[in-house]
């Protein structure tokens, strides 16, 4: 592992079953969870039904991440610019957030799951700040998984709000360093995640995660997010170990990076 707990021998055993270097396992990975709309259009269904289809991807997503040792798994469910949707599709994936954590908290609790939010949390209606809260602290014990629900987030948002917070400190420029805006940002106490996967196969970011994912390896994929499973997460992972990272420095021949 990067860093992080030491694995169980549950987790050795998978990575040996999935050809993964244990050694190498992220421990943080990010997804951007896209494709609902189109899975559900082809097959004539409605778009929520397509949100719906995604729940089932986040819960195997979590048991594939706890599977390997991943210590945070964060999760784009919910970005700024989605609140443009139509009011129907956004009351639908508000209803769809309660619903789910309702019926997932306990399972994830026992699982061991700590579940966490970054966003804008006061902007999504009052029954799911209350599901959540009740959720977070529900589970604030837990330490084998961080769950982190990206909710009505965007990067650029979190850092309009970490230059607020910090002119608000009063702080001289001179004290201004990069340490310093991660902690202001939502995800403060967070190592960045080292792989960022998108599926649905648009390559892009959409205002998720920009300064935290500066140095993460991207894997982007084809499959639409109801569609992802177990195996396309190891998929992810067996590609971010294949990536060669470098971060500016050179590697030696025993493919370290060098560092001064
Ligand atoms: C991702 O699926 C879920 C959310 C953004 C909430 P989409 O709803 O964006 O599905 P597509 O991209 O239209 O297929
Ligand atoms: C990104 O997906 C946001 C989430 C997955 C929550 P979108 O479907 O909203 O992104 P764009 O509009 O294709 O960039
Ligand atoms: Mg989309």
Same mark, same amino acid.
């Given at each position: 592992?990067?860093?992080?707990?030491?694995?169980?021998?549950?987790?050795?055993?998978?990575?040996?079953?999935?050809?993964?270097?244990?050694? *190498?396992?992220?421990?943080?990975?990010?997804?951007?969870?896209?494709?609902?709309?189109?899975?559900?259009?082809?097959?004539?269904?409605?778009?929520?039904?397509?949100?719906?289809?995604?729940?089932?991807?986040?819960?195997?997503?979590?048991?594939?991440?706890?599977? %390997?040792?991943? *210590?945070?798994?964060?999760?784009?469910?919910?970005?700024?610019?989605?609140?443009?949707?139509?009011?129907?599709?956004?009351?639908?994936?508000?209803?769809?957030?309660?619903?789910?954590?309702?019926?997932?908290?306990?399972?994830?609790?026992?699982?061991?799951?700590?579940? *966490?939010?970054?966003? /804008?949390?006061?902007?999504?209606?009052?029954?799911?700040?209350?599901?959540?809260?009740?959720?977070? !602290?529900?589970?604030?014990?837990?330490?084998?998984?961080?769950?982190? %629900?990206?909710?009505?987030? !965007? !990067?650029?948002?979190?850092?309009?709000?970490?230059?607020?917070?910090?002119?608000?400190?009063?702080?001289?420029?001179?004290?201004?360093?990069?340490?310093?805006? #991660?902690?202001?940002? !939502?995800?403060?106490?967070?190592? /960045?995640?080292?792989?960022?996967?998108?599926? #649905?196969?648009?390559?892009?970011?959409?205002?998720?995660?920009?300064?935290?994912?500066?140095?993460?390896?991207?894997?982007?994929?084809?499959?639409?997010?109801?569609?992802?499973?177990?195996? #396309?997460?190891? /998929?992810?992972?067996? /590609?971010?170990?294949?990536?060669? *990272?470098?971060?500016?420095?050179?590697?030696?021949?025993?493919?370290?990076?060098?560092?001064?």
């Amino acid at each position: 592992m990067l860093v992080g707990n030491p694995m169980n021998a549950q987790q050795l055993e998978v990575c040996e079953v999935q050809g993964l270097n244990a050694s *190498r396992i992220p421990r943080h990975v990010a997804i951007i969870m896209d494709g609902n709309g189109r899975w559900a259009e082809e097959r004539g269904e409605s778009r929520v039904f397509g949100h719906m289809h995604g729940v089932e991807a986040v819960r195997l997503s979590v048991e594939a991440a706890m599977e %390997l040792g991943v *210590r945070h798994l964060t999760l784009y469910a919910f970005s700024t610019e989605n609140w443009n949707r139509p009011k129907e599709e956004v009351a639908a994936l508000m209803n769809l957030l309660v619903d789910t954590l309702v019926k997932e908290v306990r399972e994830l609790g026992n699982k061991g799951v700590r579940l *966490r939010t970054i966003g /804008d949390i006061a902007a999504l209606p009052e029954i799911c700040q209350t599901q959540l809260k009740e959720a977070e !602290s529900a589970t604030k014990q837990n330490e084998g998984l961080d769950l982190i %629900l990206a909710l009505s987030y !965007s !990067s650029k948002w979190e850092m309009v709000e970490a230059i607020k917070q910090l002119i608000d400190s009063g702080i001289s420029p001179e004290k201004v360093t990069a340490e310093c805006v #991660s902690d202001h940002l !939502s995800t403060k106490g967070i190592p /960045d995640p080292e792989l960022m996967i998108r599926t #649905s196969g648009e390559h892009r970011i959409s205002n998720f995660l920009l300064w935290q994912l500066a140095y993460a390896e991207f894997h982007f994929t084809p499959t639409l997010w109801p569609d992802f499973k177990k195996a #396309s997460f190891f /998929d992810a992972v067996r /590609d971010f170990q294949n990536r060669e *990272r470098r971060f500016g420095g050179l590697l030696d021949t025993n493919h370290n990076v060098t560092v001064k």
